[in-house]
């Protein structure tokens, strides 16, 4: 169960948007779909909502092959989209209304299911107003509570903290993870910080075509050999000594005291504590620090722009 996508292709005229991608999304769990732009992300998404088709290849939603049955798919699907499509001239509770009769839900349900996607969502105080009134993050959380709206089996949502303040971002944060518990999440976003916190895997794609497919602490362990020293003295010392070392690169002063080297070998650990000693300088401590996941996307990628 979840999502699986199998040999995808999609050819606009001359160009691959997506080219032989394969990967699965599967369920209780919150996959981070991460790329430059123009990667492909969008596209691939908006055939695993059966949104457009595929040249080659397929989508299967919880074991049903897109391509062959879109309308049994969507019925599964919540969708947030990059451009979040809502009816500007209707009040919010009611356009979540209309959206619950779309979806067929039943009528005795409607409205105390509209209640709780309003408080989830935390549009209390907006329920009332015109959707047009709303700040972007606030249509943000209409657009999320319309994806949520029909408790579907699998959650895609493209970019769905764009425009929210810190304090919002981390209630929505709650929302998907608590969400992703009995249900398949698929989360497009720029935001690293945001994948670190929710997402339990990451697939890359560059160019239409997979980069990586791996849980986020193995992609993490699997690029952790980054030569990067955090080296702390007690008080602040002679840098352009510390420069000099053969294993020295390049080397950062942060703080009084507190340095950043880049190192060619492991071999600068002996030279650091040699140094210190010779010197006599109060040496704290010297830890290897490992790549940050903006440092392994740019590693993995040719473009150096995160985005859609």
């Excluded at 994806?147 to 579907?152: I, K, V």
């Excluded at 497919?213 to 050999?225: R, T, Y």
């Excluded at 008080?235 to 950043?260: H, T």
């Excluded at 040699?274 to 620090?289: F, G, I, N």
Aim: proline fraction near 4%; include cysteine; hydrophobic fraction near 35%.
């Amino acid at each position: 169960m979840g999502v699986s996508v199998d040999r995808l292709t999609k050819i606009y005229g001359q160009q691959r948007a997506v080219d032989n991608l394969t990967f699965d999304a599967p369920k209780g769990k919150v996959t981070g779909f991460l790329g430059p732009n123009g990667a492909g992300k969008s596209t691939t998404m908006k055939i695993a909502t059966g949104y457009l088709d595929a040249t080659q290849g397929e989508v299967w939603v919880n074991d049903i092959p897109v391509s062959r049955d879109p309308v049994k798919v969507k019925k599964l699907i919540g969708y947030l989209p990059e451009h979040n499509p809502l009816y500007l001239e209707m009040y919010v509770r009611e356009f979540l209304i209309f959206i619950a009769k779309a979806y067929g839900l039943r009528r005795k349900l409607i409205r105390d299911r509209v209640t709780e996607m309003v408080g989830v969502c935390g549009l209390e105080e907006e329920a009332h107003k015109k959707i047009k009134m709303l700040s972007k993050g606030f249509r943000q959380r209409v657009g999320l509570a319309k994806a949520l709206l029909p408790d579907p089996e699998i959650l895609i949502l493209d970019e769905p903290t764009s425009g929210l303040d810190p304090n919002q971002i981390v209630e929505i944060r709650q929302v998907i993870k608590s969400a992703s518990e009995d249900k398949t999440v698929i989360l497009s976003t720029h935001i690293m910080q945001e994948v670190e916190a929710i997402c339990d895997k990451v697939v890359i794609i560059d160019k239409g075509k997979l980069v990586t497919d791996s849980s986020l602490a193995d992609l993490k362990e699997s690029k952790s050999d980054s030569t990067v020293y955090s080296v702390t003295f007690e008080e602040d010392v002679n840098v352009e000594l510390i420069e000099k070392l053969k294993s020295v690169n390049a080397i950062e002063s942060l703080n009084p005291g507190q340095l950043r080297v880049e190192a060619s070998s492991e071999k600068f650990r002996k030279e650091i504590i040699k140094h210190a000693s010779d010197h006599q300088l109060p040496l704290v401590s010297v830890r290897k620090e490992g790549q940050s996941l903006e440092e392994i996307f740019q590693s993995l990628t040719e473009s150096k722009e995160v985005g859609s």
